[in-house]
């Protein structure tokens, strides 16, 4: 049986040849996320790549991660937690619906302008990543559709409103915002302005939508009774 690896100090320290015999976690996530951009996928990188980019040996890498999956989850999970907090911000900010809906959308399309690698993760891994990463991005969309759920129905009672189905509109927005930015990924910095415009609009709708079926949940099923006539 091998000895079990020792426990590493949250310092790295460097090597006469240059690599770092110790490193964080945290450390090999830097590293991975400065090899990442618009068009470069977390799918794409190889662990010796990222082991190169972070001044240790390859086999280095396995103290702190089982595999490269393992290591792009964490990526993940950080884009997820980082822009739920940015988002989170700008709707406490907020304090109507018309300015909650136009302050998440400005935020939302600030970070993808400064061409925010943690946001490219979660935009192109929900779509071309494998199936562990799609899981990891849904998940992650899961918890953005729960504090947004709550943030409606918030506002709703403020506003002596009502929803219709909270779950499935937070879900609806989140799920149009994201697949919207994947959009604006490939759109020269020019275009993102129309496009939050567009976006704003939309959500509008979605909003409006959702607060007549709950004035009127008959209309709904009027609906599908024609659709399926």
């Known amino acids: 049986m091998t000895n079990p690896l020792p426990p ?3 310092t790295a320290t460097t090597s006469a040849a240059g690599r770092k015999p110790v490193i964080s976690r945290d450390d090999v996530i830097a590293a991975a996320i400065k090899l990442l951009g618009p068009h470069r996928s977390v799918s794409s990188l190889s662990l010796r790549e990222v ?3 972070a001044g240790i040996a390859p ?3 396995y103290r702190q991660f089982r595999d490269m999956d393992e290591l792009a989850v964490a990526l993940i999970d950080l884009a997820g937690s980082s822009l739920r907090q940015i988002i989170g911000e700008a709707r406490q900010r907020a304090r109507t619906n018309r300015s909650v809906v136009r302050g998440s959308v400005e935020a939302f399309m600030a970070q993808l302008s400064r061409d925010d690698r943690l946001l490219h993760i979660l935009l192109r891994e929900g779509t071309v990543g494998s199936d562990a990463f799609k899981q990891a991005v849904d998940r992650q969309l899961n918890f953005f559709e729960e504090e947004l759920q709550g943030d409606l129905m918030r506002l709703a009672a403020a506003n002596q409103t009502r929803l219709f189905e909270p779950a499935l509109t937070a879900k609806a927005i989140t799920r ?7 959009t604006a990924m490939d759109l020269p910095p020019e275009r993102l302005p129309e496009l939050a415009e567009q976006l704003i609009v939309m959500v509008r709708i979605i909003l409006t939508g959702t607060r007549a079926l709950a004035s009127n949940p ?5 609906d599908l009774a024609s659709l399926n006539a």
């Not at 008959?218 to 009027?222: D, H, I, R, T």
């Open 218 to 222: 008959q209309a709904l099923q009027a």
């Open 51 to 53: 082991a190169r980019e």
């Open 176 to 182: 149009l915002v994201f697949a919207m930015g994947a």
């Open 59 to 61: 086999n280095s890498f």
């Open 8 to 10: 590493e100090p949250t």
